[in-house]
């Protein structure tokens, strides 16, 4: 088995989901700087000619809402080792008031960031215990926390119903997993990675998408066996679930 703290830079593979822009892009830019091969997945292709040209970059264009995706995914992996996967497709939603709250919007949030997370971990299971501490990291949100809607920590008035939801389900989903695997090297943690400058930006935004992909890729990299179980920050400062 390797192991991921003897690994070189270049020896790394990692799976994003969510690489055709936006935080996943960002930091798959980052991963290739580095000379870190990266395994992306998203319905569009990547719009970036540095990406698309790197023979270090892999695209899987799927839709983590089809139901018949891990085929196609395992096929193109392989049985190689991979040294981690990050969750981090996602949308978001657009209903904030219980009265508008809609099935199917709550089913597809629910669908894209726990559901494609659990069956994207299950797929490449085997591929994550070749690498000892290899990581999950589930992109989460603060406003998938318990505690902090509790004490209205940040103001989530116009955040969905069904962002809130799904991410506080991310967040146990990431316990659950990490119960199950902490005595098998594969660190699991549940990652917020900041308040970023997005088309639909929260009011205390501060992080460009580059430096919250920097952030991400310093995070990658930074969590320890001791991290696993936590609700982080990409910072690697802890969050309140
Ligand atoms: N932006 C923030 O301030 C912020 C804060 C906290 C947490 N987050 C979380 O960080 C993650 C990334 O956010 P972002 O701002 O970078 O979002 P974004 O710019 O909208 O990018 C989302 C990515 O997910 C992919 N995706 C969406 N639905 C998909 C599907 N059904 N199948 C495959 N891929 C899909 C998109 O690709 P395609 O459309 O090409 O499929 C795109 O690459 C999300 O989980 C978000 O909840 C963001």
Do not use: W
């Not at 219980?98 to 069956?119: F, G, M, P, R």
């Not at 971990?121 to 215990?129: A, D, E, G, K, R």
């Not at 501490?133 to 318990?146: H, P, Q, T, Y």
């Not at 660190?187 to 400058?197: C, D, K, L, M, Y």
């Amino acid at each position: 088995m390797q192991d991921f703290g003897t690994l070189g830079k270049s020896e790394h593979t990692v799976v994003i989901t969510g690489t055709s822009r936006g935080l996943g892009l960002a930091c798959t830019k980052m991963m290739l700087e580095e000379q870190i091969s990266v395994i992306g997945i998203s319905r569009s292709m990547v719009q970036d000619e540095s990406v698309l040209d790197n023979p270090k970059y892999k695209h899987i264009e799927l839709d983590l809402l089809s139901h018949s995706y891990t085929e196609a995914l395992s096929e193109a992996v392989g049985d190689r080792p991979i040294s981690g996967l990050i969750n981090n497709a996602g949308t978001g939603g657009d209903r904030n008031k219980l009265a508008e709250v809609d099935a199917n919007e709550v089913s597809k949030l629910i669908q894209i960031h726990t559901l494609s997370s659990i069956k994207m971990t299950q797929t490449l299971l085997p591929n994550l215990l070749k690498t000892k501490n290899s990581r999950v990291l589930n992109i989460s949100s603060r406003f998938g926390s318990l505690e902090y809607e509790r004490t209205q920590k940040f103001n989530s008035a116009r955040v969905s119903y069904s962002y809130r939801i799904s991410k506080a389900a991310v967040n146990m989903l990431s316990l659950c997993m990490h119960s199950e695997f902490k005595h098998q090297n594969l660190i699991v943690t549940a990652i917020h990675p900041g308040e970023i400058f997005t088309a639909n930006a929260m009011p205390d935004a501060s992080l460009t998408i580059e430096q919250a992909g920097a952030l991400l890729k310093s995070c990658f990299f930074g969590i320890e066996p001791r991290h696993g179980g936590l609700f982080l920050r990409s910072d690697l400062s802890e969050m309140s679930y």
